[in-house]
Structures are given as structure tokens and as C-alpha cells.
């Protein structure tokens, strides 16, 4: 009995540090940070399952009740702490970690009290699937980010086709009460353009996600743009891998003449490498392009279609 309680109790150990190193471990400067995100999120589902489960198992041969009140206080306890210390080392306080955390608690507990007390296989046949389902929720999001990064390495040089609904998740809106959508209207190339309605009183556009994206040996960048109203001022910001937060000196800044209906603008590269002031961006690690207007600008809407590199 003391060997197996060691047993769990080593595994437990264990466990916590690898939890600890993935909790702690600062990801904001990943090259795609949503991405991560997510898979951190559903992590902390799976991670409470294991802890749970091992914190019971532990505690088990003091009675089965004091195993699972240990259990969801130590796990509660556990997790909370967590999110108060991650500002501390680079990361972000979530209400949503708590909820995964909380789920993936209940998840193994009750598993094992119906491994333990029912003896029917339907029902517990029922549950196996009603649990895999879970986890299946749980771990889509994350799934649907990293296809997403995927659909982009294939693409490439096409920045943005606008053909699938995953570019949506690479291509968001920027700023307080902006919106993009899918359209097939003002196509260019395929059967879909990104629709951007801007607002006011705020830098409102569209961001891409370029996951540090290697565009050297291209020429320039193609953006097909088409504008529903009157003229405007179209600002374009392209950041490299170098700061996760760079200022607007150590990027490029571009402004560019949008008139009615279709626009099309080709950007040399070679004036992207040259936008940060005290040094050369690297086309190399390209990490996010933002199209928006400045928030003195009236209410827009405008259909992006066919960005991409030119050779």
C-alpha cells in the first residue's frame, strides 16, 4: 500500500513541474500566438484531468469522499494560483483557463466514481462517448487555429485568396467595432473578396497573421481593393519577428490613395525592408500586416481579394 500510494504521489510530483513549465513559459512572442493559445486553453482541460486524477488516487486509500474533496480543492486551489502568478512572468490571467480547468476536474472524477460504482456497460459505454465528445469540443478550437497556419504555408505567396473560411482566422478585424466577412462581391480572382466595414474614432482595418512568413525573393505585394465609397487614406503596417510590440519607427508605415471603386497597389519590397528607421526589416521573419485607416476617418467599406507576392 505504501509503494503504490509513493507511486502516484512521484507521478504527481511530476506532473506539476511539467505543468508548471508549460504554465509559465511565456508564448506572446510566438509567431503564432492565437494558436498557441488555444492548444494552451484545451490543455488546461487535459492537464487537470491527469492532476485530478492523480491527486485522488493519492489520497484514495484514506476513503474514497476524502479523495475527492482533496482532490477538487487541491485542483481549484492549484489552478487559481496559476492564473494570479502568470502576469508575473509574461502571460495573461484567464477566467477561461479556470473554466478548462474546471472541466477537465469534473471530467475525471467522474469518471472514476462510474468506473467504480456502475457495473453497466451500456451505461458506461455511454459516457466513454459523451466524454470523448468533450474532448473533441475541447480541443477544436486549437485544431481549427493550426489549420489555419497550415492553409497559409499552402497558399504561399498567396497572402490572402479569401476562398476559405479558415483565412478568416488569419485574417481578423482591427480596432473596436470593425468587421470582416467573406463576400462575393467585387471579386478579383476565385469566387470570394474579404469585406472590411471600418468605424470611427478608432485605427480600424484589417490584420493578417504572417507567422513570420520568409518573403524574400519577391518584388512586391499585390493588393486588390475595391472601395464602395469616396476616397480615402489607406495605412498599411508590416512588423517583422524582431519585437512583439515594435514602435513606429521599427516597422514599416505606408499610406496609400484609395479612390472609388477598384484599386489596385503594388508595393515594392524593397520599401518594406527599408520602413523601420535605425535598420533593415527582415523579409525573412514577416509576422503581421495591418490595413487601416486612421480614426479620423469617416465609416468605410472596402473589399480585399487577391493579396499576394509578386516574384
Do not use: C
Not at 198 to 209: E, I, K, L, M, V
Request: proline letters at 4%; charged letters at 20%.
Amino acid at each position: 500500500m505504501a509503494v503504490f500510494k509513493q507511486t502516484y504521489l512521484m507521478a504527481v510530483f511530476v506532473m506539476l513541474a511539467l505543468f508548471a513549465l508549460l504554465a509559465f513559459v511565456p508564448f506572446g512572442s510566438s509567431a503564432n500566438p492565437v494558436a498557441v493559445m488555444k492548444t494552451m486553453d484545451a490543455g488546461h482541460a487535459f492537464a487537470f484531468i491527469l492532476l485530478s486524477g492523480l491527486f485522488y488516487f493519492a489520497v484514495e486509500p484514506y476513503g474514497e469522499w476524502r479523495a475527492i474533496v482533496f482532490s477538487m480543492v487541491i485542483s481549484v486551489l492549484l489552478m487559481v494560483a496559476v492564473e494570479l502568478v502568470q502576469p508575473y512572468v509574461g502571460r495573461t490571467a484567464s477566467f477561461a483557463d479556470v473554466q478548462m480547468g474546471l472541466l477537465g476536474v469534473f471530467l475525471a472524477l467522474s469518471g472514476i466514481i462510474v468506473w467504480r460504482r456502475q457495473s453497466r456497460q451500456l451505461f458506461k459505454g455511454v459516457y466513454l462517448l459523451l466524454l470523448v465528445l468533450t474532448l473533441v469540443w475541447v480541443v477544436q478550437p486549437a485544431l481549427n487555429e493550426w489549420r489555419a497556419v497550415w492553409l497559409r504555408d499552402q497558399q504561399f505567396p498567396v497572402l490572402g485568396g479569401f476562398e476559405r473560411d479558415l483565412e478568416k482566422r488569419l485574417w481578423k478585424a482591427h480596432g473596436i467595432g470593425t468587421s470582416t466577412s467573406l463576400s462575393d462581391k467585387h471579386v478579383v480572382v476565385g469566387s470570394k473578396s474579404l469585406k472590411t466595414k471600418t468605424t470611427d474614432n478608432t485605427w480600424s482595418g484589417a490584420r493578417y497573421s504572417a507567422g513570420d512568413q520568409d518573403w524574400r525573393g519577391y518584388q512586391f505585394l499585390n493588393i486588390e481593393l475595391y472601395n464602395v465609397g469616396k476616397p480615402f487614406k489607406l495605412n498599411i503596417r508590416i512588423d517583422d519577428g524582431s519585437s512583439n510590440s515594435p514602435d513606429y519607427g521599427d516597422r514599416y508605415n505606408g499610406q496609400y490613395q484609395i479612390n472609388t471603386g477598384a484599386n489596385t497597389l503594388l508595393i515594392p519590397l524593397a520599401d518594406v525592408v527599408n520602413g523601420p528607421k535605425s535598420r533593415l526589416l527582415d523579409l525573412g521573419k514577416v509576422r503581421k500586416m495591418i490595413l487601416f485607416l486612421s480614426r479620423t476617418e469617416m465609416r468605410r467599406e472596402f473589399y480585399l481579394d487577391d493579396i499576394r507576392l509578386i516574384p
